[in-house]
């Protein structure tokens, strides 16, 4: 399965402030994924980051808010702009491997205060 | 649309003792059914996935998961709890597109 790291591994942010999360994998992979983890609660999807093209956002998540970058096929950036408390969550990317099956990063766990 | 129910968000079983983890799910399509482990400051590791084929599907650590499809259900077991166990559980479903719907996770502690 692929190696996947994400930088920086945990942050303490300022509100009003934005982070940059950077996601490597060892392999060429078509989509890649980030998640969003809130403190005591599951996974949901933020958006799919195709090399090439537009992100796809789900429904409450917009680019303005979690701008993402995907130049080639083997990393991605997830932006949190301009954060507040309510953006203290684990961010995680994957990616999908084989035949839907998704693997994923270690996650940066992001406090904003 | 697909959806996952993970009954109990804590489960508390003693060293040894069998681990039962329950998902049920929702599904329009014939789904694709997982279940994740995330370990503390940790991401998500693959424990067994269910596609197609036999119904009982075995995993990592000794973990197997069956797929029932009259009950709409994917429940996970381990025969004997081991301390290194003790970490969050995660049941998730897809369809035969890319998009994951993961249930709200179960917390497993091992009691010594």
């Known amino acids: 399965s692929a190696v996947i790291s994400q930088k920086p591994s945990r942050d303490i942010c300022q509100r009003g402030t934005s982070l940059t999360i950077q996601c490597q994998v060892d392999?060429?992979?078509?989509?890649m994924f980030w998640y969003r983890q809130q403190p005591g609660q599951s996974l949901t999807l933020i958006a799919t980051a195709n090399q090439g093209s537009e992100a796809t956002y789900e429904s409450g998540f917009v680019i303005d808010k979690f701008p993402i970058s995907r130049p080639n096929l083997t990393f991605s950036t997830l932006t949190v702009s301009n954060m507040s408390p309510e953006d203290s969550s684990i961010y995680l990317c994957s990616v999908e491997e084989g035949y839907n099956e998704q693997f994923f990063g270690p996650g940066t766990r992001l406090t904003v205060l | 649309a697909q959806s996952v129910t993970q009954l109990g968000s804590h489960v508390s079983v003693s060293e040894g003792a069998l681990v039962l983890l329950r998902c049920n799910y929702s599904?329009?399509?014939?789904?694709?059914l997982f279940w994740y482990v995330q370990y503390p400051n940790q991401g998500l590791q693959l424990l067994l996935k269910?596609?197609?084929?036999?119904?009982l599907v075995k995993g990592i650590n000794g973990f197997e998961a069956e797929f029932k499809k009259s009950e709409t259900s994917f429940h996970l077991t381990k025969p004997s709890a081991h301390m290194s166990d003790a970490a969050e559980y995660f049941c998730?479903?897809?369809?035969?597109?890319?998009?994951?719907?993961f249930g709200t996770g179960t917390s497993l502690t091992v009691i010594p």
């Open positions: 392999s060429q992979v078509t989509m």
């Open positions: 269910y596609t197609t084929g036999a119904t």
């Open positions: 998730a479903v897809s369809d035969s597109g890319n998009q994951f719907y």
């Open positions: 599904s329009s399509v014939p789904p694709y």
